[in-house]
């Protein structure tokens, strides 16, 4: 009782109480433990560092938070589609929380507007959003409990802010069909990855390559590898008019592409 009553008098009066209505007008919650909060606002460009040079940071709470909302996610599949396989609840879940996904979500909840960045982000680094959706979420389960962040992003964002005949119609993970198609065709696919001229430790960025046969197809770059790859074979997805649906190419363009490689 009484740490509820103190809580609500520094949510109205504390030096912080601009965060407690950040986080009571978004999420509806009075947090126990604010400094859990602040620190999931924090980018790591805002280069802000305790007095032994520890860097301070939504880093670590992000990693935290990227496992909740999965976990989160497949509860909430599991028990809203009984009846389907593990492979579609699968697809499911990678769309849900892709980094695309949970950016929307964090910018259409009005999250964006309360990171602390240093500087202006380039748009490749936009998916910070989502990152600090995640870090917010890694605050939550350790300041409340798995069970309040459970109902909370069920109730406040999946059921509020998801479009679900939009997700069931997604195609996030274009390397894995690219690999699949290539396998099925006995096309020969290769990614390269590397650091891109933009690269830092704190802003990092990266380019991908990728190749089919030998034959340069798609180009991509990203705030990480994952992204940067994504981002590559969707690109060499449009070179050969591969069907996202079926996962096939068209008779037309599989006739130009093979007249292409025999030259």
């Known amino acids: 009782m009484f740490a509820s009553i103190c809580s609500l008098f520094k949510s109205r009066y504390g030096k912080d109480r601009a965060y407690y209505k950040i986080l009571k007008s978004i999420f509806g919650l009075v947090p126990n433990n604010i400094e859990l909060y602040k620190l999931a606002l924090i980018h790591r460009s805002a280069s802000l560092f305790l007095e032994d040079g520890t860097p301070i940071n939504n880093e670590r709470l992000e990693f935290l938070g990227d496992a909740v909302i999965e976990t989160i996610v497949s509860d909430f599949l599991f028990i809203e589609y009984p009846e389907e396989k593990e492979g579609a609840l699968s697809q499911l879940r990678s769309r849900i929380v892709s980094r695309s996904s949970l950016n929307r979500l964090a910018i259409e909840i009005g999250l964006d507007r309360h990171i602390i960045v240093q500087g202006n982000i380039p748009l490749l680094q936009k998916h910070i959003y989502g990152d600090a959706l995640e870090a917010i979420f890694g605050a939550i389960y350790l300041d409340k409990g798995y069970d309040y962040a459970n109902r909370l992003f069920i109730n ?104 292409s490689r025999k030259e």
């Open 156 to 259: 406040g964002i999946l059921r509020k802010y998801v479009d679900w005949e939009d997700v069931a119609e997604q195609e996030t993970d274009f390397k894995s069909r690219l690999i699949e198609w290539g396998q099925k065709s006995k096309r020969q696919i290769n990614f390269e990855t590397k650091p891109g001229a933009a690269y830092t430790s704190k802003l990092p960025q990266f380019q991908t390559q990728v190749y089919v046969d030998e034959q340069a197809v798609g180009k991509g770059v990203g705030g990480s590898k994952k992204e940067s790859e994504q981002a590559a074979a969707h690109e060499a997805f449009l070179f050969f008019n591969l069907s996202v649906e079926e996962g096939h190419v068209s008779d037309g363009e599989s006739e130009r592409t093979e007249s």
